[in-house]
C-alpha cells in the first residue's frame, strides 16, 4: 500500500470527477482535480455567460431514476433547485409536434394520407420485424415502421452524428430511447401521468417535468467544486493532463498537467480517477499499454458540437424549453430557450436568449468558421424555421465543445473491450468514470453513479463494485433498488476472463 498523501489524482472536473472527489473528500481523503478549462468547471454540463446571460451547453435535465442521486443533488444545492415542466418539440415540413409524440395529434398534423401511411407503415414493421437490429435505423423501425423513423428520428440523428443511420449500432437507440415504443407514447399520451414515486418504472424520455438549477447546471458543479476545497480538496483550474505514469516502486501515479502558460507541474497519488477521453488517456500512459490497445484507442471517434448563443427581444415566439429541427434545409440540430430553463438564465426580462446546437467534427467547415459568422447563420435559421427574426437579434455568442458524445459506431465495442483489457492487466488503481472516461453517451446521473461507485472502491481497498454495470439511468444494476447500493460479495465485479473478450458491459435495452 502506498503511503502517498493524496488519495487520488483526478482527471477532469465534470460531474463525474467532482462527484468522486466530493465522495472521497467527505471520508477525509484528500484528492487533487485537474481540470484544462481555465475558467469553468463542469465540462459539458458547465454554465458560459456572456453578458450576465447563461448558456447551458446542450440542455441538461435533472431527474434520474436514482434515488441517491437525486439526494445527492439536493445535498449540494439545496433549494436553488427549481422545479421545471417539460415541454419540447419537433420541427417537421413548417410544422411543430410535441415530443414525446402524441400519436393521434402527430397523425392528425400529418394529414389523411400520410397518417394511414404511416399506421400502415407501423403494422407492416410489427408484422416482420429485423430479428437482429444492428443499426439505429433498424431499431427504430422495429419500434415505429419505416415512415414515422424518416419523419421523426432519421434526419435529426444523422445530424448529430454526421452519419448515416444505417451506420449507428442500435445500442444507440437502446440507451437513449429506451422503452420509447409507440405503445408507450400512446399511453402517455391517454393515461393519468405517473406520481413520483413511480419514477423507479418512468420512461426518462417521458417525463414531464424536471429539476434545474436556477443559474444553470455550472451552478450544481461550481458549489460541488466549493465544497470539495472546503473539505480540504484541490480543484485546479487551467490544467491540461499531458502525461500518467504509474510508478511500481512507490505504488502511486505520476500525473504531469500544463498550466496556462505552459508550465508543467506533477501530482502524486496513489489512484488515478480519469474521466478525460478514453483515446486521449490510453495515449499518455507510461509504461506503454501494448499495440492493440494504442490502436484500439486510436480508433475510438467523437462527434463535437458548438452551440451559437443569441440574445434577442422577448417576442414570445415559443415557450418549450426546445425544438428538435427535422429539416434538412438548415445546418441547425435543436434550439434551446434559456428562459424557460430558467428564468433566471435570463438578465433582462424584455429580451431571450436562445442556444442553437450545431453538431460537427472539430476542424470541420462549421468549426473553423469565425465566430461573427456563425452568429449571422444561426440568426438567418432562426428566421427560416419561424422562431425569431434576424431584426430582432441584439448579439450572440459562439461556445465550442470538443469530444461532446462518443461515436456508437460499428467497432466501438471491440475497441472499448480490448482498452479494458489492457487496462486491468497493466494498471493498478486506474479507474474509468464519466461519458469519455467510459467511452458511455451518459447523462449526468450515470456519470455521477459510475464515480460514486469508483470512489467507494478506493475506500474499501478492493473492487468491490463494478463500475461498467451501471446502466444508462444512473442505476447500480446489481443491487436491490435503483442507486441503492448495498455493498457485500455480490456486487463484486466478475472476473476478467474468456468471456469478458465479447464485448463489454452494456447499458440495459
Given amino acids: 500500500m502506498s503511503d502517498c498523501p493524496i488519495k487520488a489524482v483526478i482527471a477532469g472536473a465534470g460531474p463525474a470527477g467532482l ?41 441538461h435535465r435533472f431527474f434520474s431514476k436514482s434515488r ?4 445527492l443533488w439536493t445535498e449540494i444545492l439545496g433549494a436553488d433547485l427549481l ?17 414525446p409524440l402524441k400519436p393521434i395529434e402527430a397523425l392528425s398534423r400529418l394529414g389523411v394520407v400520410e397518417s394511414a401511411l404511416c399506421v400502415l407503415s407501423f403494422l407492416r414493421a ?20 419505416e415512415r414515422l423513423f424518416r419523419i421523426f428520428f432519421k434526419t435529426y440523428t444523422e445530424k448529430v452524428w454526421g452519419m448515416s443511420c444505417k451506420d449507428i449500432s442500435a445500442d444507440w437507440a437502446a440507451q437513449r430511447i429506451k422503452g420509447l415504443t409507440l405503445g408507450a407514447a400512446i399511453k402517455s399520451a391517454l393515461l393519468p401521468k405517473r406520481k413520483p414515486n413511480d419514477r423507479a418504472r ?54 504531469s498537467a500544463r498550466t496556462a502558460d505552459g508550465k508543467l507541474q506533477e501530482f502524486r497519488g496513489e489512484h488515478l480517477i480519469s474521466s478525460m477521453p478514453m483515446r486521449q488517456l490510453v495515449a499518455q500512459i507510461e509504461p506503454r499499454l501494448p499495440e492493440t490497445a494504442l490502436r484500439s484507442a486510436n480508433a475510438l471517434r467523437y462527434r463535437d458540437f458548438l452551440t451559437i448563443g443569441l440574445i434577442l427581444r422577448e417576442r414570445n415566439r415559443f ?44 476542424g470541420d467547415g462549421l468549426w473553423t468558421m469565425q465566430d461573427a459568422d456563425l452568429i449571422a447563420l444561426g440568426a ?32 466501438y465495442q471491440q475497441h472499448v473491450g480490448v482498452i479494458r483489457r489492457a487496462l486491468a492487466a497493466h494498471c493498478r488503481n486506474l479507474h474509468l468514470v464519466g461519458r469519455n472516461g467510459m467511452h458511455k453517451y451518459n447523462n ?36 436491490g433498488q435503483a442507486g441503492e447500493v448495498s455493498g457485500g460479495d455480490s456486487e463484486r465485479p466478475p472476473a476478467v476472463g474468456k468471456d469478458f473478450d465479447e464485448r463489454p458491459s452494456l447499458p440495459a435495452g
Fill in 126 to 145: 410489427r408484422l416482420k420485424p429485423v430479428r437482429h437490429p444492428k443499426s439505429f435505423e433498424d431499431w427504430v423501425v422495429n419500434e415505429f415502421g
Fill in 202 to 255: 418512468v420512461v426518462k424520455t417521458l417525463i414531464g417535468a424536471f429539476r434545474y438549477p436556477r443559474l444553470g447546471p455550472g451552478m450544481m458543479w461550481e458549489a460541488c467544486a466549493e465544497k470539495v476545497r472546503a473539505l480540504g480538496g484541490e480543484v485546479l483550474l487551467g490544467r491540461s493532463v499531458v502525461g500518467c505514469s504509474y510508478d511500481q516502486a512507490n505504488s502511486s501515479w505520476v500525473v
Fill in 319 to 362: 415557450r418549450d424549453n426546445w425544438i428538435y429541427i427535422h429539416d434538412p434545409n438548415v445546418k441547425v440540430g435543436r434550439v434551446q430557450n434559456y428562459k424557460s430553463w430558467s428564468p433566471e438564465m435570463v438578465p433582462d426580462p424584455d429580451n431571450c436568449s436562445y442556444g442553437l446546437e450545431y453538431f460537427c467534427f472539430e
Fill in 19 to 59: 462527484t468522486a472527489a466530493y465522495e472521497l473528500s467527505k471520508k477525509g481523503q484528500r484528492v487533487v482535480v485537474l481540470e484544462s478549462d481555465s475558467q469553468y468547471v463542469g465540462g459539458i454540463s458547465r454554465t458560459a455567460e456572456y453578458h450576465g446571460y447563461r448558456f447551458d451547453i446542450g440542455g
Fill in 444 to 479: 449526468q446521473d450515470h456519470a455521477m453513479m459510475t464515480a460514486l461507485l469508483a470512489a467507494r472502491n478506493i475506500l474499501a481497498g478492493e473492487a468491490k463494485y463494478d463500475v461498467w454495470s451501471v446502466n444508462e439511468d444512473g442505476e447500480y444494476l446489481e443491487s
Fill in 68 to 71: 441517491e442521486v437525486e439526494a
Fill in 380 to 411: 438567418k435559421e432562426l428566421e427560416q424555421v419561424g422562431l425569431g427574426a434576424t431584426a430582432d437579434v441584439l448579439d450572440g455568442c459562439v461556445i465550442r465543445q470538443q469530444k461532446a458524445y462518443p461515436v456508437y459506431d460499428d467497432d
Fill in 83 to 99: 422545479e421545471r415542466p417539460r415541454s419540447s418539440k419537433i420541427y417537421y415540413r413548417g410544422k411543430f409536434f410535441t415530443y
